[in-house]
């Protein structure tokens, strides 16, 4: 079982719905979480952190963590056409240096 | 304004040839990383290092090398032993050994003919 899992897509969700992103993983002491979005051709860029369990909402960002079940999801409310994108889940694991480890992302297509 | 300038943004090279990424920083970050893109198969890491003149291989190390000789530069090599080196490869900073969030450079894309 790898790491982090997330399923590929694409997602396809009309302008102006919720978008939910999900991902799991296999480790049980890990401690950081985030949710980067990468655009075609270009580098992830960070849009959320999630430490603790339960939401953290940040604008239009909601990050959910549930530790016992081993999973972190991002709900994308009033979804735009520019956030489509792949969304990267990472997990940063205790005694591991510091490094993420990342999921093989999640396309998102928002139609019009 | 700070960032991570990695550099060239695009490269060819023929096959068995080394050829080594620029990766810079001026955000004062202690800790480095080099990753390796490939489609559908997400972000793999490949060299880190979490202070001058120190480094660890990471999970595909193979066939690459790193140096660490300032804070601010962390370049790779791609040695002709990588066996499949076309890849988009990304530099990341962090401010320190505790915190996670990672900030990219834009990459590079290599390309070997």
């Known amino acids: 079982q790898k790491e982090v899992e997330q399923n590929s897509g694409p997602l396809s969700v009309p302008e102006g719905a919720i978008a939910s992103l999900n991902c799991t993983y296999s480790?049980?002491?890990?401690?950081?979480f985030f949710w980067y979005r990468q655009y075609s051709g270009k580098s992830p860029e960070l849009i959320m952190s999630?430490?603790?369990?339960g939401d953290k909402e940040d604008g239009r960002f909601t990050a959910q963590l549930n530790k016992a079940s081993q999973y972190v999801s991002l709900l994308i409310r009033d979804s735009q056409p520019s956030d489509s994108a792949t969304y990267l889940c990472?997990?940063?694991?205790?005694?591991?240096?510091?490094?993420?480890?990342f999921g093989t992302g999640t396309r998102l297509q928002v139609t019009l | 304004d700070g960032g991570i300038t990695q550099s060239p943004k695009y490269l060819f090279r023929k096959e068995g040839q080394n050829v080594t990424l620029s990766c810079e920083q001026n955000?004062?970050?202690?800790?480095m990383y080099w990753y390796r893109q490939d489609p559908g198969q997400g972000l793999r890491l490949i060299y880190y290092?979490?202070?001058?003149?120190?480094?660890q291989k990471g999970d595909i190390a193979e066939g690459y090398s790193v140096s660490r000789e300032k804070k601010e530069s962390f370049p790779l090599t791609v040695t002709s032993a990588q066996k499949n080196p076309t890849a988009f490869y990304l530099c990341?900073?962090?401010?320190?050994?505790?915190?996670?969030?990672?900030?990219f450079g834009e990459g590079s894309r290599l390309t070997v003919l």
């Open positions: 990341a900073s962090k401010v320190g050994l505790d915190t996670g969030e990672l900030f």
């Open positions: 990472a997990l940063e694991i205790t005694g591991t240096a510091s490094k993420l480890t």
């Open positions: 480790d049980r002491v890990s401690q950081s």
């Open positions: 290092s979490q202070i001058v003149n120190d480094f």
């Open positions: 955000l004062n970050h202690d800790a």
């Open positions: 999630i430490y603790s369990n």
